[in-house]
Nanobody, 126 residues
C-alpha cells in the first residue's frame, strides 16, 4: 500500500536550514482528505509533531516551530518536503514523514498514523 521514504543530508551546521524530502509511493499526495506530516524524535525524547500539508496544499505547524518551519510539495513527483530554518543542536533528531491515511475531520486528532517512513537521522553540529 502506501509507502514513504525520507531523504536528505544527515548533517547540518547551526544557523543553516535543514531540508528533507519525503517520497510517497502507492498513493497520491493529492488524494482527497489525506494529510502528510513531519514528525521528529530527539535522542532520549518522545515524538514531536512538526507540521502537516493536506491534500489541497494547506499547511499547519506546531506552535513551537511554526516560525522556523515550512512544508511544501511537488505533486508531479509525489513528494513533500520539510524546511527548518536557523537550526541549533536542539534540532538533532530522527525525522519521520507519516500519514494518517483517510482520517479526517473530528476523527483526525485521535487517529493513529497509519503509514510511516523509516526515519532519517539529522545531526546539527559544527
Amino acid at each position: 500500500q502506501v509507502q514513504l521514504q525520507e531523504s536528505g543530508p544527515g548533517l547540518v551546521k547551526p544557523s543553516q536550514t535543514l531540508s528533507l524530502t519525503c517520497t510517497v509511493s502507492g498513493g497520491s499526495i493529492t488524494t482527497s482528505y489525506y494529510a502528510w506530516s513531519w514528525i521528529r524524535q530527539p535522542p532520549g525524547k518522545g515524538l514531536e509533531w512538526m507540521g502537516v500539508i493536506a491534500y489541497d496544499g494547506s499547511t499547519y505547524y506546531s506552535p513551537s516551530l511554526k516560525s522556523r518551519t515550512s512544508i511544501s510539495r511537488d505533486t508531479s513527483k509525489n513528494q513533500f518536503s520539510l524546511q527548518l530554518n536557523s537550526v541549533t543542536p536542539e534540532d538533532t533528531a530522527v525525522y519521520y514523514c507519516a500519514t494518517k491515511g483517510s482520517a479526517y475531520g473530528l476523527a483526525y486528532a485521535t487517529s493513529p498514523y497509519e503509514y510511516w517512513g523509516q526515519g532519517t537521522q539529522v545531526t546539527v553540529s559544527s
